[in-house]
């Protein structure tokens, strides 16, 4: 039902205004219920959902700053680290990292590259082996389906 409501409220005669209370409402429950893993886990899955789907796009992509004047991705991003850190539980961790992987379709080189890849790159070094295979795993099949996100953040790289 949600994916109904965001792809109606995508629609022609939709607005931002719907993704972005909906973007404001995650962050929210992200917040409000921190390390809670009853409600943190089923959030990262429903996250997961919306990043995959494309329901999101519209805030991640976005140019406009989102709330207090802090683009979506980069609060996520925010909230994913605080909740990974001291995490001893896997299902949260891979939530998390699946999460992650949604975000590198961002138009922001500098969200991906400071805060995005160095997450993934933290997780790739984890102390539990099924993240670290988990996060391998997942992030050499999003290099291979969109190899594009590596090499257009390389290429400017090496024209700085």
């Not at 005669?13 to 219920?33: D, M, Q, T, V, Y």
Request: proline letters at 3%; glycine letters at 8%; a neutral charge.
């Amino acid at each position: 039902a949600m994916l109904d409501w965001t792809r109606a409220s995508k629609g022609p005669g939709g607005s931002n205004a719907c993704a972005a209370k909906l973007s404001e409402a995650l962050l929210a429950l992200f917040i409000r219920h921190r390390r809670d893993g009853r409600v943190i886990l089923p959030l990262l899955k429903t996250l997961d959902v919306l990043l995959s789907h494309g329901s999101l796009d519209i805030m991640i992509m976005g140019k406009e700053d989102g709330v207090n004047g802090v683009r979506f991705p980069s609060k996520l991003m925010s909230e994913l680290w605080q909740e990974c850190k001291g995490c001893t539980d896997v299902q949260r961790l891979v939530g998390s990292v699946s999460v992650a992987l949604g975000l590198l379709v961002c138009d922001h080189a500098d969200i991906i590259q400071q805060d995005v890849l160095p997450f993934l790159m933290t997780m790739l070094a984890h102390r539990y082996p099924r993240v670290r295979r988990w996060t391998a795993e997942q992030l050499y099949v999003r290099l291979l389906e969109d190899g594009s996100v590596v090499s257009t953040y390389a290429e400017q790289d090496t024209s700085s």
